[in-house]
């Protein structure tokens, strides 16, 4: 899950869920369009996203970018066993990963360099 | 988009003239309302009072340098406590106070005088111009804010890019330092009073647009649904959700098994499917495992 922007005249951002197929294809699924990046407003949105998949939506696995927003949302829609339902695991893309691992563990002496350095 | 075409060709010498003001200069009403914005960010007001000398009325305006104002030492945050970093400059560096008499005669005529009182700057006039941005460069931006124009349209603008020597009139002006945040600034009054449509609020607009986007998804196969929520600042805010069933139906799969890859890579060059060997029946067994 993704939002993109500057999709619409409005300028909010578009929440785009996609799932990943048995052809390794990337589907989209559903879409939120939503006025801010709020988690509740992205947790409404998810949570009818559930009622429209008359709640057979059992989500195990997740995949966003580092948005503390959208983790929050995922938290707040899918809350695990409180709802007799699957815990969701969340996982970060793996460009974010990198840049946190990058931004909190690196240490100047073990940078990689080019070449031979 | 109009541009600073309208400052007077001879602004540099006559801001100059009234920073250092060596002696006193007399301004008709007309002079003294185009100029003064030009050098408003060298001074700020420090009092005023009236006088009445026969049937004439004098009105005496004070004047400091900006740089005059002792440095500001009570704080209700220490620094670290503070959210964001500020600089403090280091007052009383300037002594510099003028003065400027509104003589209304009795015949109904006008005058200022505007004279110096005491030593000159300590500063040049570059300093003040870093300092703060005048009200006549802050007049244009704003102006140019409530045609609607983006603060990046409007300092490109004032900026005369694209025109011979667009650059040099602005510093002419005082404008060497004015930056997109000071067109920003400028145009927060009439921002604040002419609201964006597009800002997310409970207003009938959203309203009208949400229902005819549901419509409309909802002709091309859509399911569409409004949704609202209040954060956690107590603010409302708005959104859509929108699916199509059919792609609706592949977040309700429980697991599937990924092909091998080889049989991955026919499929993707379409040899597999070409031999009916994997037909769309035989994909959704395959997920429902």
Known sequence: MDSTHKTNVLKWPLYSLMVRDEQANWCPAAHVLTSNESSEILAAGLRRIKQLCHNSWNLRYILTDDSAAEQRAVKLAFRGLIDGETEVSHLLCRVHSERTLDRNLKGKEYEVRDGNG | ?289
């Open chain 2, 1 to 289: 988009m109009t541009t600073l075409l309208t400052i007077p060709a001879n602004i540099a010498a006559i801001r100059q003239r009234l920073f250092d003001l060596d002696e006193p200069i007399d301004l008709t009403v007309a002079e003294f309302e185009l100029y003064m914005p030009y050098v408003d960010n060298v001074y700020a007001k420090h009092r005023t009072r009236t006088t009445r000398n026969g049937n004439s009325i004098y009105e005496y305006t004070y004047y400091d340098c900006v740089l005059h104002r002792p440095t500001r030492t009570t704080t209700k945050l220490s620094t670290d406590q503070r959210a964001a970093k500020r600089t403090k400059r280091l007052g009383s560096t300037c002594p510099v106070r003028i003065k400027s008499i509104r003589i209304q005669y009795s015949n109904g005529e006008t005058a200022y005088q505007i004279s110096r009182l005491g030593p000159s700057h300590t500063h040049d006039i570059t300093e003040s111009d870093l300092i703060r941005r005048n009200s006549a460069l802050r007049g244009v931006a704003a102006t140019e804010s409530s045609k609607g124009y983006a603060p990046a349209t409007i300092i490109g603008a004032i900026r005369g890019i694209g025109q011979d020597g667009g650059r040099a009139i602005l510093e002419d002006a005082g404008g060497r330092y004015l930056t997109r945040q000071d067109v920003k600034n400028a145009g927060h009054a009439w921002r604040t009073a002419n609201p964006d449509v597009r800002i997310a609020k409970p207003n009938p607009q959203w309203q009208e647009l949400v229902l005819e986007a549901i419509e409309t998804l909802e002709k091309a196969g859509y399911e569409a649904i409004s949704i609202d929520s209040l954060d956690q600042n107590g603010d409302l805010a708005m959104g859509l959700v929108f699916a199509h069933p059919a792609r609706l139906q592949v977040l309700t799969r429980r697991g599937w098994s990924p092909l091998p890859l080889f049989l991955r890579s026919l499929t993707l060059l379409r040899l597999f499917d070409a031999h009916g060997l994997h037909t769309q029946n035989e994909r959704l067994k395959v997920a429902s495992v």
